[in-house]
T-cell receptor, first 114, second 111 residues
Framework: DTAVSQTPKYLVTQMGNDKSIKCEQN?????MYWYKQDSKKFLKIMFS???????INETVPNRFSPKSPDKAHLNLHINSLELGDSAVYFC?????????????FGPGTRLTVL | QKEVEQDPGPLSVPEGAIVSLNCTYS??????FMWYRQYSRKGPELLMY????GNKEDGRFTAQVDKSSKYISLFIRDSQPSDSATYLC???????????FGSGTRLQVQP
């Protein structure tokens, strides 16, 4: 199956913990993204990597650190989790040929911080 | 004011109806316009992608962009219960990598 995949699908954890979410795409795309979707369904960009290089870093607390070991993977590590971090986190990728206009999303990771 | 405004709905229509979904935006730098469909507990799925003003048709779906009014629309003909989902508009300017999304309109098509 060609797709953008994320693990885990669900993550429930206590405040103050550190957790990671992994993303992999086998579409051969050059650019990958992390978006956050809040309870009102509003999707907002967090980070973007192009061929392992950070190109977008929106106003995100530095408790969030993305890591791209290769162009097919983009992981998100979150330190000292807070209640407000509860959301659905989506990974996406786009091909260079579309000028990053066509972005393909993973299934999401639903993070609940208690 | 948000850069992209979208009526949250829910919009409820009978099966077979023509549905019109709309977004307005304030940033005149936006050149690329997309519509995504998101089923409950799933990731957004790209439906339509248009560049600048004009119409684009794909099966039962038609996307319209009016840059002079900063207004985009998605029309769904002969709507089906399987079209029930949240529809998100998204936009992007040249040279900017990330999409700016509307908050989504929830559509319910009643059988």
């Amino acid at each position: 199956d060609t797709a953008v995949s994320q693990t885990p699908k669900y993550l429930v954890t206590q405040m103050g913990n550190d957790k990671s979410i992994k993303c992999e795409q086998n579409l051969g795309h050059d650019t990958m993204y992390w978006y956050k979707q809040d309870s009102k369904k509003f999707l907002k960009i967090m980070f973007s990597y192009n061929n392992k290089e950070l190109i977008i870093n929106e106003t995100v607390p530095n408790r969030f650190s993305p890591k791209s070991p290769d162009k097919a993977h983009l992981n998100l590590h979150i330190n000292s989790l807070e209640l407000g971090d509860s959301a659905v986190y989506f990974c996406a990728s786009s091909p260079r040929t579309s000028g990053d206009n066509e972005q393909f999303f993973g299934p999401g990771t639903r993070l609940t911080v208690l | 004011q948000k850069e992209v405004e979208q009526d949250p709905g829910p919009l409820s229509v009978p099966e077979g109806a023509i549905v019109s979904l709309n977004c307005t935006y304030s940033n005149s730098a936006f050149q690329y316009f997309m519509w995504y469909r998101q089923y409950s507990r799933k990731g957004p799925e790209l439906l339509m992608y248009t560049y600048s003003s004009g119409n684009k048709e794909d099966g039962r779906f038609t996307a319209q962009v009016d840059k002079s009014s900063k207004y985009i629309s998605l029309f769904i003909r002969d709507s089906q219960p399987s079209d029930s989902a949240t529809y998100l508009c998204a936009m992007k300017g040249t040279g900017r990598r990330a999409l700016t999304f509307g908050s989504g309109t929830r559509l319910q098509v009643q059988p």
